[in-house]
């Protein structure tokens, strides 16, 4: 937990690309409210000077009455584009449960190339796609224990404390999706999943590297004591146990127990609340004008609900009421300076899943690594955050029109199946392997061919683009009607 300044050097860079572009499309948007209707200042200004480049970009970046996205929704049919995308889906949907991102990054090339979906509404296809996949995820966890330590592989407090924020995120996300044009979209992704997967990858190595001599000594007493079973280099990760736990056996600790025992139901309760209070307010706001007061006001109510609880649990945290617990900690409180950073860290975790489709696990998952969290605990934690943040985003692109029901729910059926099976045979391999930083390189190779897939195509259709001279500035969210 110490240097954690050192820890976060990706924060900065993540929330300045978040913050230019927003703080662009703010801009654009408060320029375009300022002029009076009719008029074209803009464009009488480029007339007298076409030498101007600052109103080239300008023009370049937001005419008010152009729009460069169009709705493309192929007819739902049984043919090799669904077997194709079917597999892809289900193999995108397993590797991502198993490192905790949802698989987004493989889901939107597959939408976009395969199906023949447009950007943005394969983005929120994507969202429903991560939901299924969290959901079978998180169910399937509910009944497993923390792997050194007697408590619940996820970890409700920390939860508890980033996720209100991240829920927050999300409804920034969406809208900025709504905003931003698809080679803005391409750009953060390319910079945002390569920095994160090289983290990732890194982490693993390290991990790797500490669960080595782990290894040795389990096989060690295993050979003195005939008794220690099979999975006990299993239960010694790096950066986890304490002392007193190394020392035991797979006897001492449970891995499962009922999933009514393994609930903390307050934690949950809260999150609950805040999903409800959000969905609430998205559903009277779908009722109300495009940047109405009624439709700022009902925006801004998500505020003090997502920040209310996240300072509860920040104020517990901070008071050693409630701990962090699965570092292997349990005596440490977490400082002001830190929970500020995790509930950054949640903000931005909303906003790029919101805004491009991707699990917000593509960001929480390395940050509760770097934690020193297990990385079982790490991929279950996340996912079971992503289960509320992802369900909340597919409401509102469905208030949105945003995409096809039927093709939604066919291949929410087979990211659900494919998440389910894919957490039940990594586990059996991180266990008889006795390497848990197996599921550190899944995230990371995850997100790299995210970063390429999703990078490559975004380069293709920008070119295209280009080449028929189409409009590639910024979308009006106050005009917007699917």
């Known amino acids: 937990m110490e240097g954690l300044g050192g820890k976060w050097k990706i924060s900065r860079s993540l929330v300045v690309i978040i ?76 590797f991502g449960s198993v490192g905790g991102v949802g698989g987004g990054g493989i889901f939107i090339p597959m939408l976009t190339l395969i199906i023949g979906f447009d950007p943005k509404s394969a983005t929120a296809i994507s969202k429903c796609m ?56 391409t750009v953060l992704l390319i910079v945002i999943l390569l920095v ?50 190394e020392n035991g056996t797979k006897s001492s600790l449970k891995e499962e127990v009922p999933v009514l025992e393994n609930v903390c139901w307050k934690e949950f309760g809260l999150l609950c609340f805040v999903w409800l209070a959000f969905l609430v307010v998205q559903i009277t706001k779908n009722q109300t004008a495009n940047c109405s007061t009624a439709y700022w006001v009902l925006n801004f109510l998500q505020v003090p609900v997502s920040v209310g609880v996240s300072l509860y649990e920040a104020v517990r945290l901070y008071t050693g009421r409630r701990v962090i617990a699965s570092n292997g900690q349990s005596g440490t409180n977490v400082r002001v300076g830190q929970m500020f950073v995790y509930c950054l860290f949640g903000v931005v975790a909303g906003v790029v899943g919101g805004l491009l489709g991707l699990g917000g696990g593509f960001i929480m998952g390395p940050v509760f690594l770097e934690l020193g969290i297990p990385p079982q605990v790490s991929s279950a934690s996340a996912t079971f955050g992503m289960m509320f943040s992802s369900s909340m985003s597919v409401v509102e692109y469905y208030l949105l029109n945003r995409f096809p029901v039927p093709y939604a729910l066919y291949l929410v059926l087979v990211a659900t199946i494919a998440a389910f099976i894919g957490q039940d045979v990594v586990r059996r391999v991180v266990s008889i392997l006795g390497r848990a930083s197996i599921i550190i390189f899944i ?21 295209g683009k280009i080449e028929r001279h189409e409009y590639m500035g910024f979308e009006n969210l106050c005009r917007y009607g699917a």
């Open 19 to 94: 913050w230019s572009f927003g703080l662009a499309a703010v801009l654009v948007s408060a320029e375009r409210g300022l002029r009076k209707p009719g008029s074209n200042l803009i464009q009488n200004a480029a007339d007298e000077s076409e030498t101007n480049y600052l109103l080239k970009v300008a023009n370049f970046l937001w005419l008010s009455d152009e729009s460069g996205y169009q709705h493309i929704w192929p007819e739902m049919q049984f043919n090799w584009q669904i077997v194709a995308a079917s597999i892809i889906g289900f193999l995108g949907a397993a």
């Open 443 to 463: 995230l990371s190779a995850t997100i790299f061919v995210s970063a390429i897939s999703l990078g490559g195509f975004g380069i293709v259709n920008m070119i």
């Open 130 to 185: 991560i939901m299924g996949a969290a959901v079978s995820t998180v169910y399937y966890n509910l009944k497993l224990r923390h792997p050194t330590i007697d408590m619940p592989i996820i970890d409700y407090d920390l939860v508890l404390l980033i996720n209100p924020m991240q829920m927050l995120g999300i409804s920034i996300g969406v809208s900025l999706n709504v905003i931003f044009a698809d080679w803005m979209v």
């Open 196 to 245: 994160i997967s090289t983290k990732a990858f890194f982490r693993g190595v390290e991990t790797w590297k500490g669960e080595t001599p782990l290894r040795k000594e389990a096989a060690k007493r295993q050979e003195d004591n005939e008794n220690g079973g099979d999975g006990a280099d299993y239960k010694l990760l790096p950066g986890g146990p304490d002392k007193k736990t």
